[in-house]
Every structure is written in C-alpha cells, then in structure tokens.
C-alpha cells in the first residue's frame, strides 16, 4: 500500500515535471508595451461564423502533414514496437466546423530526456492530423496563427481520435488618412498586442494591411505605424471566436518635403542638416539632404536648416491628407522662426 502510494507520489512529480519542461519550451515572453493614448478612430466589422469558404479557415492551402517515423531496428528494418494511432481534429468553436488548413501539430513525448526538455517526436501542417506512435503518454501542441493550446494525450492499445477547440478568430486591418485617402500599403504596418497579467505584451509586429492574422479570442491593442516618424495610432479590438474581425485606422497626417532655396521655387541646397521640432522644442526628426520627406502627424512644427554654417529657422503646419513641399528661404534678411513659401 505504501509503495503504491509513493510510485503514486513519483507519477506526479515526474508529470507535473514535464509539464514544467513543456511551457519552458513552447512559452515565450514578448515585450511590455506602452499604455494606450487616445486618437483612433475605428471602424470593427465582425464577419459571420466561419465556413469552408471563409479566409480566416482556408488560408493558407493545406498542406500534407508529416507524421512521426517510428524507431526501426538495425537488423531487420522493421518498427522496433507496435504502434496506435492517434488522430486530431481542431475547430474554431465548440459548434463550428473542423479547420480545414493553417493548423501546426506537435507531439512531444511526456518524459523529458537528459538536457530536460521533452523531445519533439512528431509534427504536421494543415488541417486533420494523423500520428502513430509507441503507447505511453504524450503532449500535443496544436497552434492556429498566433492562438495555441496544449493537451495531454494517454496512448495503450486503441486508437485515439482528439478535436480540439481553439477558441480563435481572425483580425484583419486597415489604415486611411483622414476618413478615406488610401495610404500606400508599404508605408503602414501594425503591432498587436494582448493583455497578460496586466501588462501589454506583443503578439504580432509588423503586420501587413489587409493581412489575416489569427488569434486566440480576446480584446487586443493594435498599434498602427505610418511613415516611421510620429504618425501612431492605438485602439482596442476584440476578436470573437470563429469570426473576422475587420478595423479601419484613421490616421490624421501627411507627408512633408523640406527644401532650401535661396529664393521662392529656387533650387534645393544640398547637403542641408534638418531638424523638425514640435511646439514644445523636442526634437521629431532629423535628416541630411536636398529634399528630405517625412510622413508627420497633423500640427504645428519648427524647422531648423543648416547649411555652409549658416542657421535659418521657419515654421510650418501639417493639414490631414495634404502632401505639400516646404521651402526655407536661405537668405541673410529672413526673419527668425518666420518661414517663407
């Protein structure tokens, strides 16, 4: 009774070491992230519940799945042991149809080996997943996109068939100057963040627009990025399980041309130093150059050009979705802080 109850103690320990090993290696530990700051304006569309149809299952193609290869004997070739099959099958939801492609399997045997992780002894793409392996027990990760869940599997001597439910969904963004002024697809991208433990962790960095990124379901912050400079944008979307949820950004910014000129329409001077300063004297952005752009939120900035040790000073304002050329005027009569156009 006794040595039952202390084999019984062992089998504890061990797993739960196991487990231990397992979230060591499929965890990982994104940055914190800023607190959210006003000024987005967003525009949710949650689709339907997923079907064979919808992009959220079916991209990307399946593909075929590689099951586990079995040990085989030096002599004979054969598989050293008998194996069961173990079959897996993931949905969105509990009601929802099985996820026909996008799915990442992997198994990992429950005993960690000597370094004291759990060996990988199978993987596979796509939708269903088949593996056959040597009875004993086994954690299997299954991962859609960025939404993951971990299960314990217990093989003997029947076959074994699994669904998991992911409970995630799709996010898809979009980012507009002003209400409706297209923005060039490169000059964009978005980081997605959650909230763990009370704090912002990343999940997702530079996400292209119009690209569907799969998650767990839960509220997300995405943080929209144009121009490289100081046009940034933050909101809070929830992602429903099964659904896809489409959001438009609207940025209020555009993009700023910086000439020296000795006189109005002249040519640019090269090799000017530029400072852009916000109100307050902070410095924004600085580049060398004839005809330097930057992509600048709407507001009013300083600029400082130098060139040939000479200093001039002007000052200019940013209009949502109006693109325009800024001319410093490089001249030993203009009037400090006062830009000439």
């Given at each position: 009774?006794?040595?039952?109850?202390?084999?019984?103690?062992?089998?504890?320990?061990?797993?739960?070491?196991?487990?231990?090993?397992?979230?060591?290696?499929?965890?990982?530990?994104?940055?914190?992230?800023?607190?959210?700051?006003?000024?987005?304006?967003?525009?949710?569309?949650?689709?339907?519940?997923?079907?064979?149809?919808?992009?959220?299952?079916?991209?990307?193609?399946?593909?075929?799945?590689?099951?586990?290869?079995?040990?085989?004997?030096?002599?004979?070739?054969?598989?050293?042991?008998?194996?069961?099959?173990?079959?897996?099958?993931?949905?969105?939801?509990?009601?929802?149809?099985?996820?026909?492609?996008?799915?990442?399997?992997?198994?990992?045997?429950?005993?960690?080996?000597?370094?004291?992780?759990?060996?990988?002894?199978?993987?596979?793409?796509?939708?269903?997943?088949?593996?056959?392996?040597?009875?004993?027990?086994?954690?299997?990760?299954?991962?859609?996109?960025?939404?993951?869940?971990?299960?314990?599997?217990d093989l003997m001597d029947e076959v074994v068939s699994q669904t998991v439910v992911m409970n995630a969904g799709g996010l898809k963004?979009?980012?507009?100057?002003?209400?409706?002024?297209?923005?060039?697809?490169?000059?964009?991208?978005?980081?997605?963040?959650?909230?763990?433990?009370?704090?912002?962790?990343?999940?997702?960095?530079?996400?292209?627009?119009?690209?569907?990124?799969?998650?767990?379901?839960?509220?997300?912050?995405?943080?929209?990025?144009?121009?490289?400079?100081?046009?940034?944008?933050?909101?809070?979307?929830?992602?429903?399980?099964?659904?896809?949820?489409?959001?438009?950004?609207?940025?209020?910014?555009?993009?700023?041309?910086?000439?020296?000129?000795?006189?109005?329409?002249?040519?640019?001077?090269?090799?000017?130093?530029?400072?852009?300063?916000?109100?307050?004297?902070?410095?924004?952005?600085?580049?060398?150059?004839?005809?330097?752009?930057?992509?600048?939120?709407?507001?009013?900035?300083?600029?400082?050009?130098?060139?040939?040790?000479?200093?001039?000073?002007?000052?200019?304002?940013?209009?949502?979705?109006?693109?325009?050329?800024?001319?410093?005027?490089?001249?030993?009569?203009?009037?400090?802080?006062?830009?000439?156009?």
């Open positions: 009774m006794a040595d039952g109850a202390k084999r019984s103690d062992h089998l504890r320990r061990r797993t739960a070491s196991s487990l231990l090993a397992l979230a060591t290696l499929l965890a990982a530990a994104p940055p914190a992230f800023a607190e959210p700051t006003a000024g987005a304006f967003v525009v949710p569309r949650p689709r339907p519940p997923v079907d064979a149809a919808d992009p959220l299952a079916t991209t990307p193609p399946p593909q075929t799945a590689v099951p586990y290869a079995p040990a085989v004997t030096q002599d004979t070739g054969r598989p050293a042991g008998r194996e069961v099959p173990l079959y897996l099958v993931a949905k969105l939801t509990e009601e929802g149809e099985p996820i026909g492609s996008g799915m990442t399997w992997r198994v990992f045997r429950a005993m960690a080996d000597e370094t004291g992780k759990l060996p990988l002894v199978g993987t596979a793409v796509g939708g269903d997943a088949e593996f056959r392996l040597k009875p004993g027990t086994y954690f299997v990760h299954a991962a859609f996109g960025k939404a993951g869940t971990t299960l314990r599997v963004l979009e980012a507009v100057i002003d209400e409706d002024l297209p923005i060039d697809p490169a000059e964009v991208e978005f980081d997605v963040l959650a909230n763990v433990a009370g704090e912002r962790v990343l999940v997702a960095e530079k996400v292209e627009p119009s690209a569907i990124l799969r998650v767990a379901a839960g509220t997300y912050q995405v943080v929209s990025r144009y121009g490289g400079v100081n046009a940034v944008l933050r909101a809070d979307l929830e992602v429903q399980p099964g659904k896809l949820t489409e959001a438009i950004l609207h940025h209020q910014a555009a993009e700023v041309t910086l000439k020296l000129v000795a006189e109005p329409g002249g040519e640019a001077l090269a090799n000017t130093h530029w400072s852009v300063l916000s109100p307050g004297g902070d410095v924004v952005v600085e580049d060398v150059g004839a005809f330097p752009s930057f992509v600048l939120a709407e507001g009013e900035y300083a600029v400082v050009a130098k060139n040939a040790n000479r200093v001039y000073n002007g000052a200019f304002h940013v209009e949502a979705g109006r693109d325009r050329d800024v001319e410093v005027i490089a001249k030993d009569d203009a009037v400090p802080g006062r830009l000439e156009e």
